[in-house]
């Protein structure tokens, strides 16, 4: 028997964003499916009772929160590696990249993207510090990384100089949840959240990276180009502080046709997603991009960046636009709102991309990783 532990700070009941939902899709698989081995899940706050997968799952608290650069070098510097040598731990498995510099034992970051090494301005300088002090170490202590793309194991080669044979790619997978709806539930949708006008749809964290100023830009240039009615939804929580969608947005002449929900899940997110004329992600840095598989299992194409991992995870199944072009993503708005040819050829060319990525395949090379640790 095995003694592996996870962190698993990440996995908060309602407020799982995208490296919680990796967290939550790939370990509820391995827990089930290697109930020879004990599983230790980490968590830095009280925990809720549906993350213990099974059985073989114990939950462990510790102190303090790693919410904030200083309390992440408490919690991972000293609570982290006491707990694990009093375990006695095999492997410790880190999804969110964080390591411990103390525990002496196998350790698996899961690297998701280097966005802090080539973009630090997106994130507050203590956050930033912390990470482009810590993480270059992580890579160093760490038996193996894992990352989510091709694009992501170049990036950790060139920033690191980690050796490429000890790199895994495991892909995020796509709920099961999303799927096509029929045509009345569109406009049913429709008729509840935007007045019954089309729109395109937005879905992430309200962060610097995510470029969304750029994005309200262009939904601006379209509107005033193109006569039909069209709503901008966007959909996720505010993620470290942003002021420039707050000033573009006053200054737009169609703001009232910008509708921010929050966060949403489960099927009201599904139903959002799958009545959008497009899925817009049109970010400066992804290691992955969830959202673009997600749309594609909705039979929805998108319109994404032409940087870093997107082109590899969208492949021939999206319009792909420079993000510092607001011409391009308002031109590519137009092509999806006006051509319904181009719109299908997009959704076709997405049902065969999706086969690639599933959230079995997440955990079977997560679990084949973390065997070559040991």
């Not at 090494?117 to 038996?143: D, Q, V």
């Not at 021939?316 to 181009?342: F, H, K």
């Not at 959704?347 to 090379?365: C, H, I, L, M, N």
Request: hydrophobic share 40%; charged share 25%; proline share 6%.
């Amino acid at each position: 028997m095995l003694k592996i532990a996870v962190n698993t700070r990440l996995l908060l009941p309602g407020k799982l964003e995208g490296i919680g939902w990796f967290t939550y899709e790939s370990f509820r698989r391995i827990v089930h499916q290697h109930p020879e081995h004990r599983f230790y899940f980490l968590f830095d706050r009280p925990f809720s009772e549906e993350f213990v997968f099974s059985s073989n799952v114990e939950p462990v608290v510790l102190f303090p929160p790693a919410r904030h650069p200083i309390l992440y070098y408490l919690f991972f510097e000293q609570a982290v590696p006491r707990r694990l040598n009093r375990l006695g731990v095999d492997l410790f498995v880190s999804p969110d990249g964080f390591l411990s510099g103390r525990f002496k034992g196998p350790q698996l970051p899961v690297f998701h993207d280097l966005n802090f090494m080539h973009r630090p301005e997106f994130l507050p300088w203590m956050t930033r510090a912390y990470y482009r002090r810590f993480f270059p170490a992580y890579a160093k202590i760490a038996r193996r990384i894992a990352t989510v793309s091709e694009y992501s194991k170049r990036d950790i080669v060139r920033s690191f100089g980690y050796p490429e044979t000890k790199i895994d790619v495991v892909y995020n997978g796509v709920n099961d949840l999303f799927s096509p709806i029929g045509e009345d539930l569109q406009q049913a949708t429709r008729d509840e959240f935007t007045g019954g006008s089309p729109y395109f749809i937005y879905i992430g964290a309200l962060h610097k990276r995510k470029n969304i100023g750029q994005m309200l830009r262009a939904f601006e240039r379209f509107r005033h180009h193109h006569g039909q009615a069209f709503k901008l939804v966007i959909i996720g929580a505010p993620m470290f502080s942003d002021a420039e969608p707050e000033k573009v947005l006053q200054s737009m002449r169609y703001r009232d046709e910008v509708l921010f929900l929050g966060r949403q899940y489960g099927e009201t997110l599904r139903r959002l997603l799958a009545s959008a004329r497009a899925l817009l992600l049109v970010s400066h840095f992804e290691g992955f991009g969830i959202p673009i598989i997600e749309a594609m299992q909705c039979d929805v194409p998108a319109i994404v960046s032409d940087t870093t991992s997107m082109p590899e995870v969208a492949g021939d199944a999206a319009l792909l636009i420079d993000p510092g072009s607001v011409a391009q993503i308002a031109d590519a708005m137009t092509r999806m709102a006006r051509d319904e040819q181009l719109r299908t050829a997009l959704v076709e060319k997405g049902r065969v991309q999706r086969e690639r990525f599933s959230w079995d395949k997440t955990a079977a090379s997560l679990w084949a990783s973390m065997t070559r640790c040991l």
